[in-house]
């Protein structure tokens, strides 16, 4: 098989399986919508984050060698697991901005109900992830802005935990 052929091989089942992802994500999204329910933020995240992934591989394909081209073109799996750790690299900022590690003017601040007592019950739980949202419209699109960012840059998740351990460790010192 040529290059050019596991190359066009590859963006197949990368446009499929992203699709399918995608399609799992509208309808979860339609599922809530239609049973009255509220926008769920968190799958909004994974959704944007899954297209980050997509489109960050896409671009990198051409610059992949032989080897990788050969084991992405014989492996479902493996072209897979790109995109979804862009959704979940996006779930995982996501509760970086929602516990206020990831802060700052650039990023999105969100309202929701505040726990009942000190120690949370599960009502509180509950409450907190079905009814925190972004403040503002602004801030719903700085939360899809950088969803898709963590999707895109695979080390950009990863190197805000890493800061943020260092700035943890730093301020126990």
């Known amino acids: 098989m040529t290059r050019a052929e596991r ?65 992405l073109s014989q492996s479902w799996f493996q072209i897979l697991l790109i995109p979804i750790y862009g959704g979940i690299f996006a779930g995982v900022l996501y509760v970086g901005f929602l516990s206020n590690i990831v802060e700052g003017p650039l990023f999105p601040k969100f309202a929701g109900p505040a726990f009942s007592q000190p120690i949370p019950t599960t009502s509180d739980l509950r409450a907190f992830f079905s009814q925190t949202y972004p403040a503002t419209g602004a801030d719903l699109a700085k939360l899809i802005f950088w969803s898709f960012v963590a999707g895109f ?15 943890s460790e730093e301020k126990k010192d």
Do not use: H, N
């Open 7 to 71: 190359l066009l091989r590859i963006t197949r089942r990368l446009i499929i399986l992203t699709f399918c992802g995608l399609v799992c994500v509208v309808t979860v999204f339609a599922l809530t919508l239609l049973r009255g329910d509220r926008f769920m933020v968190s799958w909004a995240c994974f959704g944007c984050g899954l297209l980050g992934g997509f489109v960050s591989i896409q671009q990198r394909l051409k610059k992949f060698g032989d080897e990788e081209l050969d084991l």
């Open 153 to 167: 840059s695979e080390r950009f998740v990863p190197q805000i935990l890493e800061t943020s351990q260092k700035d």
